[in-house]
């Protein structure tokens, strides 16, 4: 589980990281990572930044709602152990492809890894 600090919770948020930040798209999701965290219009940043952020976007095309949840909680389980190479002030946004519903722990574990690379590569 990811602490509270450390979630993206309004959309607001969320829509900024995927339209403002860099995208590494994989077979099984798509990695949206900005740097540095802007303050948001209306979900505003009061405080400064207690360390790098993650949210999830795994949507119906995935699959019915066992299979999404399931989809969801094994990203989050690997965000957590890669949190660590962000710097504070980042955000991230990891959105989930329909192959992701199928996908076994190890397929998710190297395209995020992958993903989280070519981003991190050009920053």
Known sequence: MLPAQARLRRRPEFTVVVR???RAGRPTLVV???PERPVVPGGGLTDPPSGPRAGFVVGKVVGNSVRRHRVTRQLRHLVRDELHRLPPAADLVVRARPEAGDADLATLRRDLGRG??????RA
């Open 116 to 121: 989280l690379d070519r981003v991190l590569d």
């Open 20 to 22: 403002s930040g860099r």
């Open 32 to 34: 949206h990572y900005l």
